[in-house]
Every structure is written in structure tokens, then in C-alpha cells.
């Protein structure tokens, strides 16, 4: 699949021969796994909410990184490629429109497993809560729980609604 701009929800099942998703200058490869990439120039976003993907560079060989549930890489796609970093599923879940405007994921039982894993890693003190938030589409990182809010700025994309079975 080529990712021109814009984001998608893609579920590769197992049964599948795997999927890769193109956006620019990153690629994405996934089996068994259900993930959300976000493309806009200057701006990706790729994150796992079941199963582990691979999120890389072609052009520029050994700049990958495996992505786990509940981990998302957030960056410049013309730039190496991150460390993922954590986000919350159950979040997700509740606020994202290709979750909440589409009827139940094939996937759904899968997610909700790694939610409760994610929920009791934070019980255990083992994952932490932030106050960083990203509302909406692009990379801009808010700070709530705190007056004024401190916002990062990046690119305002125009979402776009649209979920890809495999």
C-alpha cells in the first residue's frame, strides 16, 4: 500500500501474507498485527496496537526498528528513525475515529488483551503515565495538567477517515 498522505488503520492477520505500507521515504511491515500510520510531509507516526511491526527506512539499510503493542515512533520521515516510545492503548481506543466512527476490529479481543497488559504494567509502577498528549492528527505534543499548556508546534494535517483490512 502507498500512503500518499493522510492516515490508515491496517490489520494484517496472521493468515495473511503480511503487508507493507509505503508513506514517502518510510515503510512499514506488518504480519499478524493491527497498526495506525500517519503521513504528512515532514511529519510520520506509526503505532502498534496488537502484534509487532517493523518501521523503517528502504533507502537507508539498518534504519528499522521493531514497534511493539502499545509503542508508536513519531518523527521526520528524512531523518533516522526513533526508538518507539509508549502510548496508551485504551486512549486510543476511546478517542481515535477509526476506532470509535467503524464497526468492531476483527482484532478487537487482541487489543483489548494488550490494553489490559498495558494497564497492569501501570499498576505495577513498571510503565508511567505523562501528561503529554497528542490531540488530533501530526506530531504536536501537548503538556496538560499544567497552566499555561506547552505546546510543540508541527504540521496541521487534514485527517483522513479510512481503515484497510488485509
Not at 26 to 41: D, L, Q
Amino acid at each position: 500500500m502507498n500512503l500518499g498522505e493522510g492516515a490508515v488503520l491496517v490489520q494484517a492477520p496472521k493468515s495473511a501474507n503480511g503487508a507493507t505500507i509505503h508513506a514517502a521515504s518510510v515503510a512499514a511491515a506488518i504480519t499478524g498485527t493491527t497498526v495506525m500510520i500517519e503521513y504528512h510531509p515532514g511529519a510520520c507516526k506509526f503505532l502498534v496496537l496488537e502484534g509487532t511491526g517493523r518501521f523503517y527506512r528502504p533507502a537507508h539499510p539498518g534504519d528499522s526498528v521493531l514497534v511493539g503493542p502499545g509503542q508508536m515512533v513519531i518523527g521526520n520521515p528524512n531523518a533516522a528513525v526513533s526508538d518507539p516510545v509508549n502510548f496508551d492503548i485504551a486512549r486510543f481506543v476511546k478517542t481515535s475515529r477509526f476506532i470509535t466512527d467503524f464497526r468492531p476490529l476483527r482484532t478487537e479481543k487482541l487489543i483489548v488483551t494488550e490494553r489490559q497488559k498495558q494497564q497492569q504494567e501501570k499498576s505495577k509502577k513498571s510503565l508511567i503515565e505523562t501528561n503529554l498528549v497528542i490531540f488530533g492528527g501530526g506530531t504536536q505534543v501537548s503538556l496538560i495538567g499544567q497552566a499555561p499548556a506547552t505546546t510543540h508546534p508541527a504540521p496541521n494535517p487534514s485527517p483522513v477517515a479510512a481503515r484497510v483490512s488485509h
